[in-house]
């Protein structure tokens, strides 16, 4: 049975979430992260969507986007496709890099944002102390 689609709302925004396949890595170096940027910058200058905060970890990532007309499921699509088959040339492997669908959490633009912006700014820190606490 096929899933759902995602409702999408334009000028909704969302905490975005994206976890390596098994819990593995999904940047391996300094270029693995620049190559991403360049897939983000490309895909806000071609979907016309905002990010307001990111946090690239070594085995996940996290977003607060702000969508246009263009709904995530295929903003997400697109950089998720590039940069898989990215990192599967790259280090010649194949097979799913993302664990999953990404996981999206329509948040209160107004109320929480920045919020969410401090958490995902603050989460390096947090799990560099063992301590990664969920969004409430």
């Known amino acids: ?3 759902k ?6 000028g909704a925004a969302y905490h975005v979430m ?3 396949n098994s819990g593995q890595d999904i940047f391996f170096d300094a270029g693995d992260r620049t190559r991403f940027f ?3 910058q490309e895909s806000v200058e071609r979907f016309e969507y905002r990010i307001h905060a990111f946090c690239l970890m070594t085995t996940h990532a996290h977003l607060a986007l702000q969508v246009g007309n263009i709904p995530l499921s295929r903003i997400m699509l697109n950089v998720g496709l ?3 088959q990215f990192v599967n040339r790259k280090y010649q492997r194949s097979g799913h890099l993302f664990q ?3 996981k999206a959490l329509l948040i209160d633009a107004g ?3 920045l919020e969410l912006i401090r958490y995902i700014h603050l989460n390096p820190l ?3 102390q063992g301590r990664n606490s969920p969004v409430a």
């Open 1 to 3: 049975m096929p899933r």
């Open 5 to 10: 689609p995602r409702l999408h709302y334009p």
């Open 18 to 20: 994206v976890r390596g």
């Open 38 to 40: 360049l897939l983000l």
């Open 82 to 84: 590039w940069y898989t």
């Open 100 to 102: 999953g669908r990404y």
């Open 111 to 113: 109320g929480y944002l």
């Open 126 to 128: 947090q799990s560099a």
